[in-house]
C-alpha cells in the first residue's frame, strides 16, 4: 500500500506564489503516475497537474505556464511549484500516486491542503 502526506497550503495574495509537497510512503517501487487534483467549493474534483514514471508532464489548460510539476525520486515526493495564483485557484488542493498491486493499478490519496488566494 501507498501513502500521502501533503504540505505546504495556505493564504496568499494574488500574484503570489505557494509550493505544495506531496510525500510518498510504503510499497513505492510500485507507484508510477502521481498527481494533483483540486476541489473548490460547490464544483467537481479537477485535473490539475500530473507526472508519468517517465517524467512526462501534463496540465489543465487554466495552469499552464503559471504552475509546475516535479517530482524527486530520491524523496518520493512530487512538488506542485504555483505562481501568479489567482483567486480562482482557491480550493483544496490533493496529490495522488498510481501504483501497481493484487494485478491492477490502484490510487490512493492525500488528505488534502487548502490554497486560498484572495484579490
Known amino acids: 500500500q501507498v501513502r500521502m502526506m501533503e504540505s505546504g497550503g495556505g493564504l496568499v495574495q494574488a500574484g503570489g506564489s505557494l509550493r505544495l509537497s506531496c510525500a510518498a510512503s510504503?510499497?513505492?517501487?510500485?507507484?508510477?503516475?502521481m498527481g494533483w487534483y483540486r476541489q473548490a467549493p460547490g464544483q467537481q474534483r479537477e485535473l490539475v497537474a500530473t507526472?508519468?514514471?517517465?517524467?512526462?508532464?501534463n496540465y489543465a489548460t487554466s495552469v499552464k505556464g503559471r504552475f509546475t510539476i516535479s517530482r524527486d525520486r530520491a524523496e518520493n515526493t512530487v512538488y506542485l511549484q504555483m505562481n501568479s495564483l489567482a483567486p480562482e485557484d482557491t480550493a483544496i488542493y490533493y496529490c495522488?500516486?498510481?501504483?501497481?498491486?493484487?494485478?491492477?493499478?490502484?490510487?490512493?490519496w492525500g488528505q488534502g491542503t487548502q490554497v486560498t488566494v484572495s484579490s
Open positions: 495522488y500516486a498510481n501504483y501497481y498491486q493484487y494485478g491492477a493499478t490502484q490510487r490512493t
Open positions: 510504503g510499497s513505492i517501487f510500485s507507484i508510477n503516475a
Open positions: 507526472v508519468t514514471s517517465g517524467d512526462s508532464t
